[in-house]
């Protein structure tokens, strides 16, 4: 494998589910060594989650749900909430340049990894902390939740909501996802810092308010005039039609989303000029905006008879922006993705061939990233703990045998 950006950094990560565990992934493939630091007294969620197991059968190093999140990566073993396991963990945070939690402030103390006293064990570390609302300020610093929990506080859920009706997810939990990419943003400036002072610091991350900094126009909306953009389904302020449509199928469908009058008269020719987009109302942006409705009427009748993917490439190639609307084995299928080199295949030694997600993004002199199998529980104990801690065979096998190195 070519060197890679961030080869000789170390993370030590107690991250466990979802954002945490996806920070600790982009820092392994580009390269950080990532010592995933997990107990079996209170396993990994993404290990056990029913969901993800292949074929259904129960194993911990079986889930795909786990592989997504934790390829690139070492892992070990260790109880903190013995006195020995907390030592260890310190003895790793020594010979780290990052920490990383991602548990509500509560658990986060009992544990001991706050900030406070991670930064006793190293003074130029750097700490990164994921909650669902963050660690400091008021009350909701201690909540427990999942990603829409935090969708929910900031009211997202309430503005996508069709008029009417009640709040509506967006389905998966992807404020993890969101805020994981945020972090890493910040922790690389953090990084660029200590090499700069010598100081460490504290990244507090919320995922409510990258929740909050993704709905500038919501909120400006507020701030500046007044209006509480609530419920506003598909509907966009200026694009209309601005919307999904279903097409011939079970379920399949097409987005579509006209900015101009020039979209507007490309997507019209595709659609063989019917005499209905000659009415006065329909001829510039604000009368289509103001009868959108009725455009999505017609629309939707159009559509209904059209293969949603060879629809979509037409309109792009016509100018319209549009796009299908896929289901997962649609995507799986998706050629662009595997061109592009999204989508990778791994021979895992207890489940065979599974197709993972790769790195969202290309970078023109790393031409492969680090895609290593994820690790089984406790795999590399006696490398970590023997080759980084110094300590002996023997030493590691009665910690195991004591259940510190469990």
Not at 75 to 97: F, H, P, Q
Not at 268 to 276: F, N, S, T
């Amino acid at each position: 494998m070519a060197h890679l950006p961030l080869d000789g950094i170390r993370v030590a990560d107690f991250s466990w589910i979802i954002n945490g565990p996806q920070i600790a992934q982009w820092f392994a493939a580009m390269g950080a060594e990532v010592i995933k630091i997990e107990s079996q007294v209170y396993m990994d969620i993404s290990r056990t989650n029913p969901a993800g197991m292949a074929e259904r059968k129960p194993g911990p190093n079986r889930n795909g749900f786990y592989h997504m999140l934790n390829y690139g990566k070492k892992a070990v073993n260790l109880n903190l909430r013995t006195t020995k396991g907390y030592e260890l963990a310190c003895e790793l945070i020594k010979k780290s340049d990052f920490v990383l939690e991602c548990f509500p402030r509560p658990v986060a103390e009992r544990l001991g990894l706050t900030y406070e006293k991670i930064k006793a064990v190293k003074h130029d570390i750097i700490m990164i902390s994921v909650s669902l609302l963050g660690k400091t300020g008021a009350e909701p610093s201690t909540w427990v939740g999942w990603g829409p929990m935090a969708c929910c506080f900031v009211g997202m859920f309430d503005a996508q909501g069709y008029p009417g009706g009640p709040p509506r997810q967006t389905g998966g939990t992807w404020p993890d996802y969101s805020i994981a990419s945020t972090v890493v943003f910040h922790a690389l400036a953090a990084l660029r810092y200590r090499n700069r002072t010598g100081e460490g610091q504290w990244i507090d991350a919320s995922m409510g308010e990258t929740v909050i900094g993704q709905m500038h126009e919501w909120f400006m909306d507020y701030f500046m005039n007044g209006r509480d953009r609530r419920q506003r389904g598909n509907h966009d302020d200026l694009m209309a039609p601005h919307n999904t449509y279903k097409c011939r199928g079970d379920d399949n469908w097409i987005a579509i989303a006209v900015s101009n009058d020039s979209e507007w008269k490309a997507l019209c020719k595709v659609m063989g000029d019917p005499a209905w987009t000659h009415a006065p109302k329909f001829a510039d942006q604000f009368g289509r905006l103001s009868n959108r409705d009725e455009i999505d009427r017609y629309l939707r009748e159009w559509t209904r008879n059209q293969d949603h993917l060879s629809l979509a490439a037409t309109l792009q190639q016509a100018g319209v922006p549009a796009a299908p609307v896929l289901d997962s084995i649609e995507i799986f299928a998706d050629q662009h993705l595997w061109e592009w080199g999204y989508w990778w295949k791994m021979n895992h030694h207890e489940v065979g061939e599974r197709i993972m997600p790769g790195i969202p993004v290309k970078l023109s002199n790393v031409p492969e990233l680090n895609y290593s199998y994820p690790p089984d529980v406790g795999q590399h104990n006696y490398e970590v703990f023997g080759g980084l801690l110094g300590l002996s065979n023997a030493e590691i096998k009665m910690l195991i045998e004591e259940k510190v190195i469990y």
